[in-house]
């Protein structure tokens, strides 16, 4: 069993729909991190939380460090939107903080 | 803005070669990393640098090398190139320990075929 889970793994929704992707965790972690990959391969990140919720624009981001659990919303999606969006967690080392990532959730929005 | 560059794109190589893979970092981080990114697999960690000179394994590590012989600078070596080593390679750097943050900040990355 991978320590992120991610669900779904793919997504299709049309534009404007309200969308939630799931993020399940095993290990002891120092923060949570969700990432935005577009096709080409560059990643950015969106949110790092350790409790709570964090909001930018259309995207809110939560989690419950009791049940081991994050999820990322998309309000009002777009055909931008469109990308693969990878949650991850981190942990220390010691000498540096380390992430561990899920499999990514493939996202389409049409219009 | 943080900006992370990787040397290629794109690289193809025959079985054998020796691979130099570059990334350099301009915003001065103490921690870099290099992933491999597989379908189905994820981002993997190969190894990271918290330091210049200094080095860990990650998840993932034979088959490579690293070096970092200044701070900006990352490079990930494949001694001898195999097929299975065919992916994407995408290099990371972030803050550093016990300085606030540890959200990393990627390259574009390096689509590697392997023929």
């Known amino acids: 069993k991978n320590e992120v889970e991610q669900s779904p793994q793919n997504l299709t929704a049309q534009e404007g729909e309200f969308i939630t992707i799931n993020c399940s965790y095993s290990?002891?972690?120092?923060?949570l991190h969700w990432l935005q990959q577009h096709p080409g391969g560059g990643i950015v990140s969106l949110f790092m939380l350790s409790s709570g919720k964090k909001k930018h624009g259309r995207l809110i981001a939560t989690i419950n460090i009791q049940e081991k659990h994050s999820s990322l919303h998309i309000t009002a999606s777009h055909p931008r939107d469109s990308a693969v969006y990878i949650c991850a967690v981190s942990s220390n080392t010691g000498t540096a903080s380390k992430l561990t990532f899920g499999t990514g959730t493939r996202l389409q929005v049409t219009l | 803005d943080v900006k992370v560059t990787q040397s290629s794109r794109y690289l193809v190589k025959r079985t054998g070669e020796k691979v130099f893979l570059e990334c350099v970092q301009d915003?001065?981080?103490?921690?870099m990393f290099w992933y491999r990114q597989d379908p189905g697999l994820g981002l993997r960690l190969i190894y990271f640098?918290?330091?210049?000179?200094m080095k860990e394994k990650g998840d993932i590590p034979e088959g490579y090398s690293v070096s970092r012989e200044k701070k900006e600078r990352f490079s990930l070596i494949l001694e001898s190139a195999s097929t299975n080593q065919t992916s994407m390679y995408l290099c990371?750097?972030?803050?550093?320990w016990g300085r606030g943050t540890d959200t990393q900040y990627f390259g574009p990355g390096t689509r590697l075929t392997v023929l």
């Open positions: 915003m001065d981080h103490e921690n």
């Open positions: 990371a750097s972030s803050l550093g």
């Open positions: 290990v002891g972690i120092s923060a």
């Open positions: 640098s918290y330091d210049v000179k």
